[in-house]
């Protein structure tokens, strides 16, 4: 599992479409398609965006160890 692929469960696991997904992160549904497709890499400002918006580990979305979240997903 790669990077793009762990940003695709994460949008799963809060049961948000990409649309919704892309909206809270001030993106098109075109950017969560391409990255959860592996068209493109994830840029450090969309990667800080997301484990922010969504308090995501950085180091669990970067190699997939440790917690997937820094705050319970319920309290997001």
């Known amino acids: 599992m790669n990077i793009n692929d762990r940003i695709k469960e994460i949008r799963k ?16 549904r075109g950017v969560i398609t391409n990255l959860e497709m592996n068209l493109t890499e994830p840029k450090d400002l969309f990667i800080d965006l997301l484990c922010s918006t969504f308090k995501v580990s950085r180091k669990w979305l970067e190699t997939g160890t440790g917690d997937m979240f820094t705050a319970a997903p319920e309290n997001i």
């Open 13 to 28: 696991i809060l049961k948000l479409s990409q649309t919704a997904f892309g909206e809270r992160l001030g993106v098109g």
